[in-house]
């Protein structure tokens, strides 16, 4: 009898420290608000499977009529989120893999149609679904978009650097696509993944090796050493304990039993994601016959001329972007997109938690990469006659946090500033809301 009164008061007690704790840590009770479990970092094969497929033009692609899923809805929900990826409107790739209601090509219905396309990689592909909406609002206040429909038409995409979004937008150019205006949002992923690539042994014109390498994985298990098998094998086995466990977690309703859940959560998804670190530093086999050939350096490059080659590739891709529109009478204008490793605002401790970390293994290449960006936009775009606009800074003063994650992308505020800037840009840009008239360069 005394043995079972013991264990009742110890259970109780256990239950109501569990409970104070939740409280302090969440400001919830967890009765009414019991834990969901955090989405899990992707996998190398989460990358492939089911969603993305290789492309022969562009490298990788989403798979055409797949439902769009990413960790960073769940985190832009909490700052209210946009009704396009609200619960039950979910959207959909198009018949290329872009995040897009439309099929390509779209044709124009009227005249008062006006195309933007929007280029880039994830910061672009989320501008797409979530600062879209407010740039259109923003053109709408001038004169020239009033009695028009403006149509965002997304071909970003995560990972994409150049000269892929040349190449893309010289394929649906060939297929009749039209626009009237070109947005790219990029820079990012120019000098964050190129060093990857070169790192490992691939030329920077290739595309990620972060993106393509699961691909040429799947295709040619040959190039799998047994130490990726054996990383790939650890992560998968931590990740099928990690979504059981998720599933535990959002059924229990005892509090006592959450402190323990989830403290063996956080362990395993420690050390899961340590071993997503050692997988991706691995280097895969030479594999001579694989199927899917990826082109080495194509000159050596110190670490002085690899930012300088980056830039310089970047610069004349976009050049050509430039040319290619001008030619067909469309405008083109150039956004550098904010970074938090290159930046001069004040991050408060919350979000320097969200946002910062010094083993980003993208923060060196953006800390130096981005200098030479900028000098090859006064060299190199000048020159080219290329609509450019330095968003460097353009998230340092807003009070509100801005970066989503610890790599690149914006919260539902930081998406509606950089909107209000690229609007200004564009408006800022000779077009014919401005009375100018695209002409091509000499």
């Known amino acids: ?21 939740y409280l302090v840590e969440t400001g ?76 390509y090509p779209l044709a124009k219905r009227s005249e008062d149609q006006f195309f933007v396309g929007i280029f880039g990689g994830s910061v672009g592909m989320w501008f797409c679904q979530v600062g879209a909406p407010r740039l259109v609002e923003r053109l709408k206040e001038q004169a020239f978009f009033r009695g028009r429909e403006v149509v965002p ?50 030329d920077i014109s290739m595309p990620s090796v972060q993106h393509i390498e699961g691909l040429v994985n799947l295709v040619s298990q040959s190039t799998l050493t047994p130490e990726k098998l054996d990383a790939l094998a650890g992560v998968f086995r931590d990740r099928a304990r990690l979504i059981d466990l998720s599933g535990r977690i959002e059924r229990n309703r005892v509090a006592a039993l959450d402190v323990v859940f989830n403290a063996y959560y956080r362990w395993v998804l420690g050390r899961y994601e340590r071993e997503l670190g050692r997988y991706a530093e ?53 956004v550098l997109q904010p970074n938090q490793y290159y930046t001069k605002r004040r991050f408060n401790d919350a979000e320097a938690a969200t946002a910062l970390t010094d083993t980003s293994p993208y923060k060196q290449g953006v800390e130096q990469g981005y200098p030479v960006l900028q000098a090859a936009a006064r060299s190199v775009l000048q020159e080219g006659g290329v609509s450019f606009f330095d968003a460097t800074d353009v998230l340092d003063r807003e009070p509100a946090p801005v970066y989503l994650d610890d790599c690149c992308h914006y919260t539902l505020v930081g998406n509606r500033v950089f909107a209000d800037f690229v609007a200004a840009s564009i408006l800022g840009t000779p077009g014919p809301w401005n009375g100018s008239v695209i002409r091509p360069a000499p």
């Open 28 to 103: 919830r009770l967890f009765y009414a608000h019991p834990r969901t479990a955090a989405a899990l970092p992707l996998t190398p094969e989460d990358r492939v499977t089911p969603a993305v497929q290789v492309h022969p033009y562009f490298g990788f692609a989403h798979r055409p009529g797949v439902d769009f899923r990413d960790e960073r809805a769940e985190l832009l929900a909490r700052d209210g989120l946009p009704s396009v990826l609200a619960p039950g409107s979910r959207p959909r790739t198009n018949n290329f893999g872009f995040i897009s209601p439309h099929a």
């Open 153 to 202: 038409l997304c071909f970003a995409y995560s990972g994409y650097k150049q000269p892929q979004l040349a190449l893309v937008l010289a394929y649906f150019l060939s297929i009749g696509q039209v626009f009237d205006l070109v947005v790219n949002i990029d820079g990012f992923n120019d000098v964050a993944l190129a060093p990857l690539n070169d790192a490992r042994g691939l």
């Open 282 to 334: 691995l280097p895969s086999s030479d594999a001579q016959n694989a199927l899917i050939g990826l082109t080495p350096p194509v000159a050596p490059r110190t670490p002085d001329r690899l930012y300088a080659d980056i830039a310089d590739q970047w610069a004349r891709s976009s050049v050509l972007m430039r040319e290619m529109l001008n030619r067909r009478g469309a405008a083109y204008v150039h």
């Open 1 to 21: 009898m005394r043995l079972a009164i013991g264990v009742a008061i110890f259970v109780v007690c256990a239950e109501l420290l569990a409970l104070g704790a």
